[in-house]
T-cell receptor, first 111, second 114 residues
Framework: DSGVTQTPKHLITATGQRVTLRCSPR?????VYWYQQSLDQGLQFLIQ???????AKGNILERFSAQQFPDLHSELNLSSLELGDSALYFC??????????FGPGTRLTVL | DQQVKQNSPSLSVQEGRISILNCDYT??????FLWYKKYPAEGPTFLIS?????DKNEDGRFTVFLNKSAKHLSLHIVPSQPGDSAVYFC?????????????FGKGTLLTVNP
């Protein structure tokens, strides 16, 4: 158990819909990272938050957004969903150092 | 452009023997490297890391070697156990500010046979 929690574990929705994925980092970790793992792309960095502020963006679509709240939990919002958005979405946290710990992931299926 | 490459999609090893997983990178700005193990339907589990100022780091059965001039790192698992069977990901980061985002390889499936 990494100490990073993610909900829900599974999510099935239809194209065009909007979903919210939630992540609670390890206690004391200020940085939250979101990654997407699809079948053919491997693990891709989406976005990072540090203590409530967006710190870096990766290959994140404009239809996707995220935020980190004062209690340090983070939410990833995915809208206008397409079939190709089906993937595993992982949240990771770190205290500010280099070793990153991942949550169990949310499996999103878009039908 | 794949900056972190794991050229072997799979590796099969006998229990008790050494497993060697390899990783190459192209970005000379990478200065920190990590290995993760991943089981199906679970998140990646951190195994071991190494800074570019070192050439070796050891933690129990796991040792990571870094060859900066060759832009190559390897993970050695000795002795290998059936429970080590999983996908192993190599990841790298650079010290760009406090953004330590990881760039991952595509993984190597390790199978340890009893």
């Amino acid at each position: 158990d990494s100490g990073v929690t993610q909900t829900p574990k599974h999510l099935i929705t239809a194209t065009g819909q909007r979903v919210t994925l939630r992540c609670s980092p390890r206690s004391g970790d200020l940085s939250v990272y979101w990654y997407q793992q699809s079948l053919d792309q491997g693990l891709q960095f989406l976005i990072q938050y540090y203590n409530g502020e967006e710190r870096a963006k990766g290959n994140i679509l404009e239809r996707f957004s995220a935020q980190q709240f004062p209690d340090l939990h983070s939410e990833l919002n995915l809208s206008s969903l397409e079939l190709g958005d089906s993937a595993l979405y992982f949240c990771a946290s770190s205290v500010g150092g280099r070793d990153m710990f991942f949550g169990p992931g949310t499996r999103l299926t878009v039908l | 452009d794949q900056q972190v490459k794991q050229n072997s999609p799979s590796l099969s090893v006998q229990e008790g023997r050494i497993s060697i997983l390899n990783c190459d990178y192209t970005n000379s700005m990478f200065d920190y490297f990590l290995w993760y193990k991943k089981y199906p339907a679970e998140g990646p589990t951190f195994l071991i890391s190494i800074s570019s100022i070192k050439d070796k780091n050891e933690d129990g059965r796991f040792t990571v070697f870094l060859n900066k001039s060759a832009k190559h790192l390897s993970l050695h698992i000795v002795p290998s156990q059936p429970g080590d069977s999983a996908v192993y990901f190599c990841a790298a980061s650079d010290s760009g500010g406090s953004n330590y985002k990881l760039t991952f390889g595509k993984g190597t499936l390790l199978t340890v046979n009893p």
